[in-house]
């Protein structure tokens, strides 16, 4: 669905007004506004308050592959929709109580995707659209800097700084209004050049990194949806926060410093940044070759020996 087709309708926007009139932040305001426009995609018609109950129902349906995180964000905000719809006495009940719709538990240990899968994903995308270079341009990014998947839509080729090798991202378009910093591979960069390239080949005067094919601004379902069906196609299960976690977890395991990495994926808390430590069979078993303190005696041992072999040999008195 394109965004220039989706508009809120009358309850819609008396319900943001009255979160505005209540001092809601604009941010927030923003996650209702794509909410309703991400209901509207799911369910393939408008919000239909005769029939709401099937409709959610059907839009909780497609969702479920979501992440556990990006459904409870989901319930939470329609949850309080239909609230407000309730003492409108516009509704009787709340469609997500009737269905017994619950939160899902949020397991906080990250869940990357592992090398293989990163690589069959992109194996499947199509190099010769304009859609394909940019859906692959975003998975690489993501996986290269932990970038949050709202935060990679909302890019502009300002945030870029190529010759520097870095992306600047402003406050307003993080997580936690927050400006951060985070480097980009020769490898990202270089993809980010050919895809803008293409850009300015087909439109003029777009600011935003990442378009549909439409030159419309991206939205974050369009992300989901589109690695969910290349996901289908490689036989794998990739989201898009499993490229931040595959981020955080290899940064680690190739010896990244933790005070960097909680700078890079903009965590306000360090024991965030320390779930990312993941250690398996062959980290501890390299790890130790390396650092082994028994191997530096031996080793010391060994010098000494042979020190003493040689000073032997030419009669040296030790």
């Known amino acids: 669905m394109k965004k220039s087709q989706f508009k809120l309708d009358t309850l ?17 305001l923003e996650s209702y506004r794509k909410i309703f426009m991400n209901f509207e995609h799911q369910t393939e018609k408008p919000m239909d308050y005769d029939n709401l109950l099937e409709q959610t129902a059907d839009f909780f349906y497609k969702i ?8 409870n964000n989901q319930r939470a905000h329609l949850n309080c929709y239909f609230n407000f719809l309730i003492e409108e006495e516009i509704l009787k009940a709340n469609p997500i109580k009737e269905l017994k719709i619950t939160r899902r538990k949020e397991d906080d240990q990250p869940k990357p995707t592992c090398i293989e899968e990163l690589e069959a994903l992109l194996a499947v995308i199509p190099s010769y659209s304009y859609v394909g270079k940019r859906d692959r341009t975003m998975i690489l990014l993501m996986a290269d800097t932990g970038i949050r998947p709202a935060e990679v839509v909302r890019l502009k080729v300002d945030h870029v700084d190529l010759q ?11 997580k936690t209004k927050k400006d951060r910093i985070t480097p980009i591979s020769d490898e990202v960069k270089n993809s980010l050049v050919s895809l803008r390239e293409i850009v300015l080949s087909q439109w003029e005067n777009k600011d935003h990194l990442f378009l549909t094919e439409d030159g419309e601004e991206m939205e974050t379902h369009v992300l989901r949806n589109n690695m969910k069906r290349y996901s289908k196609l490689a036989g794998v299960k990739v989201t898009p926060y499993q490229l931040r976690h595959f981020f955080g977890t290899e940064y680690l395991r190739h010896e990244g410093n933790l005070l960097y990495l909680q700078k890079v994926m903009g965590h306000s808390n360090l024991n965030t940044t320390k779930k990312y430590i993941q250690i398996d069979e062959n980290d501890l078993l390299r790890s130790h070759r390396t ?5 530096g005696l031996i080793r010391k041992k060994n010098t000494d020996n042979q020190r003493l072999r040689i000073r032997n040999k030419d009669n040296i008195t030790i």
């Open 64 to 71: 479920n592959w979501y992440s556990d995180m990006a459904f």
């Open 12 to 28: 819609q926007m008396r319900f943001l007004l009255s979160k505005k009139v209540n001092g809601i932040k604009e941010i927030t």
């Open 164 to 174: 520097k090798g870095y992306i600047f991202l402003t406050k307003d378009i993080t």
């Open 291 to 295: 650092a082994s303190p028994i191997k």
